[in-house]
């Protein structure tokens, strides 16, 4: 044995004094024989060929002849070792230079050694993985304690090595973890944990505090406190860098955590409950309670991010194992901070209507830390402890809407959503939180019925209003403010969407019923009880988890002394069910809520319907229940006594709350504040989605009231609000004609649906002349736009009177072409197929205001053209296709070039070039069969048929077009090009190609062989080949199949499906170069234009040949089809161009 451990310290003594890989090798594996002799090779290690031997940690390391430290009893070899071991195996990627040598020197010995190459470099890192394995394997001993010290201090500048070598400690510790309680080297083992903690590097921090836990939970209380107390130093130290603190509150976290580990495993999830005071969980030490708060509380003032964020964790992992008083008290301490030093006396909060401005807010690093902390609280706190001081606990949180943060404001929006759904199984308390919002905020009737008179250079009204930094007026008034509510509006409206959804339609229902059948008081958010084969049914059809979906609903408190389930009964109350139980056995616990299994929608319409008396079914005592009384009849006996507010508040019915929500938001419509135009547009959809569930109709007194041509803001709300119901009625009709089999009951489902398209479909014909009026006052603003698409969409998915199709199809048309006509007045189109006035003197559009459709302020009349095209385009190309096909032929062959002009132009914005492609193609086949069949005359849609072409050649030439979409125009090319006269199009498209394969070459789409000559475009009696190009064109278009804005995870829903891409964008985008093609571009344009391109040889020479193809296929086709009527005729106006052009299409198609 002697001899052995003198043999094994020689070696690791050789071992550091190597000076070459090849040493290095012979020596590990000396190292590694003797190591098998010890302990035997069949225990520990497995001879390979004589290169290698594998370690499989199964090694007896608690012999006494196995342990490192008898083994190598000088603590200096073993430091050294240990160092070597680890700086070796991981230190490769701090390898440098030598001449031509890559070297690193070692921490241990100074000694430099070779980076090595592969197979050597491979050859060490087996071995040197065998022995950390042998090291991990060590029992606890203070030696080795030292040596991992050592390394740490020796390799303190490289930091993968020290990563590495703190896991490896973490991981040793871990594997020795119930002999640390009684191990007489803590203190060192405390100091390396807390140097790990505080490291400069965060991954060496996050891997310390990722391992803490349970070696921490293995230590003794004492030692624990210890080690809890030196962290807490680091944190409220002034002198500390954010590095350590943020890794001591990490690890603060780790200590903490150890004691909701033990609790049970409900912190793996948001929803649990918290313990109550009478039930047996691990204690908390006080050492941790004592502290926890203040040192949270310091650090969610702190300025870097991620300290806030650890802390906020710290304390709801505190809250996770502590019991319900404890978590009450935290929020509690939450919410004074949060109204520390901002309002003094609480009778000012008590009405926050009547807080003045200035105000001093808490900073938004604070503010934010706080608020992230009363969210976790508020999603495990039982509601009914909220109730005792509900009213400052929201209007805490109405102040903090007004915060001149951005980041708070959001913040607190979030948790207004979450009260919301908190309360979802408590209707009146949702109706209430909603009345909370909209207090002081009375929409202006000036501001909103006032009529726009403006010019092109004149902004549209707009009222200024102050900011929360502001010395005057009230805080309620200020636009943060109202961008806070509108915050929450959106969240909370989009939580009512899903609710409902998933309520009505979805699998909720049915699973509430065995949900009611509960001992214990559940506070749910999501529903992850629902049956496992419901969600998988769910997820097929609609590709949707409800788990991340339907978003904190929470079920009816109620108290049950036996497991008997609750019977229920149907009944019908208008188009809405209603579910009552009747409890078994008496009901001790007071009234179960008869709207629980209904969605909080449905919840509040019936309590409406008893409000208004118009629920025969419901006794006159239920209708003059008080709201305490309505309290009671949702949370039976877990009701606390009432409080003085709850005798003061008065519910106002939703249809009420709702209208005005829709007329503060219809108001910020035309603020100046353009962050609150921006939030209005995303809560409009959601808004009027949501109205449309509850009461649609809302939405038709705005329509009679304010869809008229006069334009103010309720009438483009009115308009904008008509879109929506469309869209949504478009996406409802397939649902009508082929139900879900999700649906719990298709009757009551399809009649819920069924009210919201009669009442959209009776309404249009009597909106339809309003925005005919509107698209005629020659004005190109928002509302123009907006009234125009809207009767597009109409025209192409709803049946309209004859008496208005002809009026209203004529100005739309007019509107387009005209708006066409001063964006590109001189454009070949304009010129020769328009033939209107485009003089860019009678623009009129505003500059700035809600009706612009520029972001910025044009310079001139023809760039906020550009702008309003823009926003036309992308509001009406989703339906485009079907409103011209539902035109007559000759109208729609006047829109052809300009779809094709469109298709160039937008090529960039894939779903509008997709649309414009689709449109062109199918309007292309209705245009040539019309001009092959039809004996009237012809011109017209010869010369339409012409200027397409002649388009279409100059997106052949666009680098931007990739080779599928070229492919694409060509196959259209092919479809359109069947009746006209050779001679006036090949050319163009010879040139069109010569430009796009060579740089030298260049195209414009006035090229023609006879540019003075009649007309005469049609070839004599063509007939249309047997071959079905619409066939081949969808052969090509496979992968485009899928329709943007199509029904998605939610089919009954608008909003959640299109993320409000219904409405006109106005963003502004880069258009495509040469938007007016009509002049040539020069050939150093050109060079400069394809620089980028051929700066990628590879891809481009890769491009360049898969678009040769793709031409030569082409033009193989169309020389097929010109040589029908005459033979010969390709190839004599191919011997018309140049030699050089002539040369590479010959080539091209020879290829």
């Known amino acids: 044995?002697?001899?052995?451990?003198?043999?094994?310290?020689?070696?690791?003594?050789?071992?550091?004094?190597?000076?070459?890989?090849?040493?290095e090798q012979i020596m590990l594996k000396s190292i590694h024989r003797h190591l098998s002799d010890l302990t035997g090779a069949a225990k520990g290690f497995q001879n390979g060929n004589g290169n290698q031997n594998h370690f499989h940690g199964e090694m007896s390391t608690h012999h006494l002849e196995s342990q490192i430290v008898v083994l190598i009893s000088d603590q200096d070899?073993?430091?050294?070792?240990?160092?070597?071991?680890?700086?070796?195996?991981?230190?490769?990627?701090?390898?440098?230079?030598?001449?031509?040598?890559?070297?690193?020197?070692?921490?241990?010995?100074?000694?430099?050694?070779?980076?090595?190459?592969?197979?050597?470099?491979?050859?060490?890192?087996?071995?040197?993985?065998?022995i950390i394995r042998w090291y991990i394997h060590q029992p606890l001993s203070v030696q080795l304690v030292h040596a991992f010290e050592y390394t740490m201090k020796q390799v303190s500048d490289v930091h993968v090595v020290r990563n590495r070598t703190i896991i490896h400690f973490m991981e040793w510790l871990r594997q020795n973890q119930e002999e640390l309680q009684d191990f007489e080297c803590t203190q060192l083992i405390q100091k390396l944990i807390i140097a790990a903690l505080t490291d400069v590097w965060s991954a060496i921090r996050n891997s310390c505090a990722k391992s803490l836990g349970p070696i921490v939970s293995h230590l003794s209380v004492v030692e624990q406190e210890k080690i809890f107390q030196k962290l807490v130093k680091l944190c409220v130290s002034e002198t500390s860098s954010w590095q350590a603190v943020e890794g001591a509150i990490m690890g603060i976290n780790s200590i903490i955590q150890q004691y909701t580990e033990k609790a049970d495993s409900r912190s793996t999830t948001p929803q649990f409950s918290l313990h109550n005071q009478s039930m047996d969980i691990p204690q908390v030490p006080n050492f941790i309670s004592s502290e926890i708060h203040n040192v949270v509380f310091k650090l969610l003032y702190h300025s870097q991010l991620t300290i806030r964020e650890h802390a906020a964790k710290a304390l709801s992992t505190y809250i996770s194992c502590s019991d319900v008083q404890e978590a009450y008290s935290t929020f509690q301490q939450v919410i004074q901070q949060l109204l520390k030093d901002v309002v003094g006396s609480t009778d000012v909060l008590s009405s926050v209507e009547s807080i003045k401005l200035p105000i001093q807010f808490l900073d938004a690093y604070a503010a934010e830390g706080l608020l992230s902390v009363c969210l976790s609280i508020i999603k495990v706190l039982p509601l009914q402890m909220m109730l005792s001081?509900?009213?400052?606990?929201?209007?805490?949180?109405?102040?903090?809407?007004?915060?001149?943060?951005?980041?708070?404001?959001?913040?607190?929006?979030?948790?207004?959503?979450?009260?919301?759904?908190?309360?979802?199984?408590?209707?009146?308390?949702?109706?209430?939180?909603?009345?909370?919002?909209?207090?002081?905020?009375?929409?202006?009737?000036?501001?909103?019925?006032?009529?726009?008179?403006?010019?092109?250079?004149?902004?549209?009204?707009?009222?200024?209003?102050?900011?929360?930094?502001?010395?005057?007026?009230?805080?309620?008034?200020?636009?943060?403010?109202?961008?806070?509510?509108?915050?929450?509006?959106?969240?909370?409206?989009?939580?009512?969407?899903?609710?409902?959804?998933?309520?009505t339609f979805g699998p909720a229902a049915s699973s509430q019923l065995r949900r009611q059948n509960t001992d214990s008081e559940i506070q749910s958010e999501d529903e992850e009880n629902i049956p496992e084969e419901k969600i998988k049914e769910h997820e097929?059809?609609?590709?949707?988890?409800?788990?991340?979906?339907?978003?904190?609903?929470?079920?009816?408190?109620?108290?049950?002394?036996?497991?008997?389930?609750?019977?229920?009964?149907?009944?019908s109350e208008g188009r809405l069910r209603v579910l009552e139980y009747e409890k078994m056995n008496g009901d001790t616990g007071g009234r179960i809520s008869r709207y629980s299994l209904l969605s909080i929608l449905s919840q509040l319409q019936n309590i409406d319907c008893t409000v208004n008396n118009k629920n025969p079914n419901v006794s006159q005592?239920?209708?003059?229940?008080?709201?305490?009384?309505?309290?009671?009849?949702?949370?039976?006996?877990?009701?606390?006594?009432?409080?003085?507010?709850?005798?003061?508040?008065?519910?106002?019915?939703?249809?009420?709350?709702?209208?005005?929500?829709?007329?503060?938001?219809?108001?910020?419509?035309?603020?100046?504040?353009?962050?609150?135009?921006?939030?209005?547009?995303?809560?409009?959809?959601?808004?009027?989605?949501?109205?449309?569930?509850?009461?649609?109709?809302?939405?038709?007194?705005?329509?009679?009231?304010?869809?008229?041509?006069?334009?103010?803001?309720?009438?483009?709300?009115?308009?904008?609000?008509?879109?929506?119901?469309?869209?949504?009625?478009?996406?409802?009709?397939?649902?009508?004609?082929?139900?879900?089999?999700?649906?719990?009951?298709?009757?009551?489902?399809?009649?819920?649906?069924?009210?919201?398209?009669?009442?959209?479909?009776?309404q249009i014909p009597t909106c339809l002349p309003s925005l005919d009026k509107l698209v005629q006052r020659s004005r190109y603003d928002r509302l123009s736009v907006l009234a125009a698409t809207t009767i597009i969409l109409a025209h192409a998915h709803f049946d309209i009177p004859s008496d208005q199709r002809v009026s209203q199809i004529a100005s739309v048309l007019s509107y387009w072409k005209l708006l066409f006509g001063f964006t590109h007045p001189n454009t070949r189109i304009s010129k020769e197929l328009l033939q209107q006035g485009t003089d860019i003197r009678l623009f009129s559009s505003p500059f700035e205001g809600y009706l612009s459709c520029c972001l910025v302020k044009p310079e001139n009349k023809f760039q906020c053209a550009k702008q309003v095209e823009k926003v036309f385009v992308s509001a009406s190309h989703r339906a485009l296709q079907s409103f011209l096909q539902k035109l007559p032929v000759e109208s729609v062959c006047s829109l052809m070039p300009i779809v094709a002009h469109y298709s160039g132009l937008f090529i960039e914005e894939s779903s509008i070039c997709r649309n414009m492609r689709d449109c062109l193609h199918r309007v292309g086949i209705r245009v040539v069969e019309y001009v092959t069949q039809s004996r009237d005359d012809k011109q017209t849609c010869l010369m339409c048929l012409h200027l397409t072409l002649k388009e279409l050649a100059a997106i052949v030439t666009l680098k931007s077009a990739e080779v599928h979409l070229v492919q694409r125009y060509l196959s259209i090319y092919l479809t359109l090009c069947k009746p006209m006269n050779p001679v006036k199009h090949l050319r163009s498209i010879f040139l069109a190609i010569c430009s796009r394969v060579s740089e030298g070459i260049h195209f414009s789409v006035d090229h023609s062989p006879r540019p003075n000559d009649d007309l005469c475009l049609l070839s004599n009696d063509i007939p249309i080949p047997s071959t079905n190009s619409s066939e081949s064109l969808s052969d090509l278009d496979v992968e485009d199949t899928v329709i943007i804005g199509s029904p998605g995870h939610f089919p009954e829903s608008l909003t959640l499906n299109l993320s409000n891409s219904s409405l006109p964008s106005g963003l502004i985008s880069s258009l495509s170069q040469g938007s007016d093609r009509d002049g040539a571009k020069s050939p150093s344009d050109k060079d400069s234009e394809s620089s980028d391109w051929d700066s990628w040889d590879e891809d481009n020479n890769e491009e360049q040949s898969a678009l040769t193809q793709a031409f030569g296929e082409f033009l193989k086709c169309l020389k097929k089809i010109c040589d029908s009527s005459s033979h010969g005729l390709f190839e004599a106006e191919l011997k018309k161009l140049e030699t050089r052009e002539r040369s590479l299409i010959r080539e091209i198609i020879s290829n």
């Not at 609609?542 to 108290?559: A, G, L, N, Q």
């Open 389 to 503: 001081d509900w009213l400052t606990y929201t209007n805490t949180f109405l102040l903090y809407l007004s915060h001149p943060a951005s980041t708070v404001r959001q913040a607190t929006s979030s948790i207004f959503r979450y009260l919301v759904s908190k309360c979802s199984h408590c209707p009146v308390l949702v109706s209430l939180l909603l009345q909370s919002l909209v207090q002081g905020w009375i929409p202006n009737t000036d501001i909103l019925q006032r009529e726009e008179k403006t010019t092109a250079d004149q902004s549209c009204s707009s009222h200024v209003r102050a900011s929360v930094t502001s010395n005057k007026g009230f805080l309620l008034d200020a636009w943060e403010s109202r961008e806070g509510r509108l915050l929450a509006y959106e969240l909370i409206m989009k939580f009512f969407i899903k609710n409902h959804w998933l309520y």
């Open 540 to 571: 097929r059809t609609h590709s949707i988890s409800c788990t991340e979906e339907f978003e904190k609903t929470s079920v009816v408190f109620h108290d049950s002394t036996s497991e008997q389930s609750l019977p229920v009964q149907f009944k």
């Open 621 to 762: 005592q239920i209708r003059n229940s008080t709201f305490y009384q309505k309290l009671q009849d949702t949370l039976g006996n877990k009701t606390p006594p009432e409080m003085e507010w709850m005798t003061s508040v008065q519910l106002t019915p939703l249809k009420q709350t709702l209208k005005r929500i829709l007329l503060q938001t219809v108001e910020s419509l035309g603020d100046s504040q353009w962050e609150l135009r921006r939030i209005t547009k995303q809560v409009l959809p959601c808004l009027a989605e949501v109205i449309r569930w509850y009461d649609i109709g809302t939405l038709e007194e705005i329509w009679q009231a304010h869809l008229s041509t006069r334009p103010s803001l309720l009438t483009y709300a009115a308009v904008m609000l008509l879109q929506e119901s469309m869209l949504h009625c478009i996406h409802l009709t397939p649902l009508l004609q082929r139900p879900p089999s999700t649906w719990q009951h298709e009757d009551s489902c399809k009649q819920i649906l069924q009210k919201i398209v009669s009442s959209v479909t009776d």
């Open 1 to 23: 044995m002697t001899s052995s451990t003198n043999g094994l310290c020689d070696c690791a003594m050789a071992l550091l004094s190597a000076k070459s890989s090849t040493d």
């Open 77 to 130: 070899v073993l430091n050294k070792l240990t160092c070597y071991v680890f700086d070796r195996r991981y230190g490769w990627s701090e390898a440098g230079r030598d001449g031509m040598r890559r070297v690193r020197r070692m921490s241990s010995t100074g000694t430099t050694l070779e980076a090595s190459d592969g197979h050597m470099k491979a050859v060490l890192n087996d071995l040197l993985d065998n």
